[in-house]
């Protein structure tokens, strides 16, 4: 069972605009959220996390939103930028992270210019 | 830079062949890791070793897969008698254990192509 769940295989969005990429979670066990960025070729790379004792955590263009009776999380960039095309992956682990990462499957983000 | 490096980076092995995928961590990260990522689909735990304990071989596909790490640092994953079904990036990553970052920093993963 898939329980970390990105429904949108694809987005694209205009340069300048903000990109929303969600993220829907089913184990209540989970504390700890990570989303990374992955180019082709290339390892994921950490982008920001939130602990499950917040619900926003911002970081320069990127801000996560966790919503934990919803098990929701979401991604946003403002503004967004061509460098930003990538495949997104959210992550989820228990233990405040000193554990395994669940993934999800990842959504691609075009930036259009 | 002192990220994560794995070799090879790419691997063609043909069916029933033994592989051998190295995996250096970020110096002094105690925590360090191996997923399975195949085509299209986000990566998938395989286990977990903390210094030279591996303590958690739960998501190790079959009896075929063994991981070490005996010093503490560098990290091995061994795959016997490959099959069609093993050809996947492998990934490395590593983290600080607590207190301190939580964050798993990763490698550029292995390619594996069983033919």
């Known amino acids: 069972d898939q329980q970390v769940k990105q429904n949108s295989p694809s987005l694209s969005v205009q340069e300048g605009r903000i990109s929303i990429l969600n993220c829907d979670y089913t184990?209540?066990?989970?504390?700890?959220f990570l989303w990374y960025k992955k180019y082709p070729a290339e390892g994921p790379t950490f982008l920001i996390s939130?602990?499950?004792?917040?619900d926003k955590n911002e970081d320069g263009r990127f801000t996560v939103f966790l919503n934990k009776s919803a098990k929701h999380l979401s991604l946003h960039i403002v503004p967004s930028q061509p460098g930003d095309s990538a495949v997104y992956f959210c992550a989820a682990s228990a233990n405040f992270g000193n554990e395994k990462l669940t993934f999800g499957t990842g959504t691609r983000l075009t930036i259009i210019p | 830079g002192a990220g994560v490096s794995q070799s090879p980076r790419y691997k063609v092995a043909k069916r029933g062949q033994d592989v051998a995928l190295r995996c250096d961590p970020i110096s002094g990260h105690v925590s360090l890791f191996w997923y399975q990522q195949a085509l299209g689909q986000g990566p998938e735990f395989l286990t977990y070793?903390?210094?030279?304990?591996?303590?958690?071989k739960s998501g190790l596909p079959s009896d075929r897969f063994f991981a070490e790490r005996p010093e503490g640092s560098v990290s091995t994953l061994k795959i016997q008698r490959t099959q069609q079904e093993d050809s996947a990036v492998y990934l490395c990553?590593?983290?600080?254990?607590?207190?301190?970052?939580?964050?798993?920093?990763f490698g550029p993963g292995t390619r594996l192509t069983v033919t």
């Open positions: 939130i602990s499950s004792i917040k």
């Open positions: 184990n209540s066990m989970f504390d700890y």
């Open positions: 990553a590593s983290s600080l254990s607590p207190p301190g970052d939580y964050e798993q920093y």
């Open positions: 070793f903390q210094n030279e304990a591996q303590l958690d």
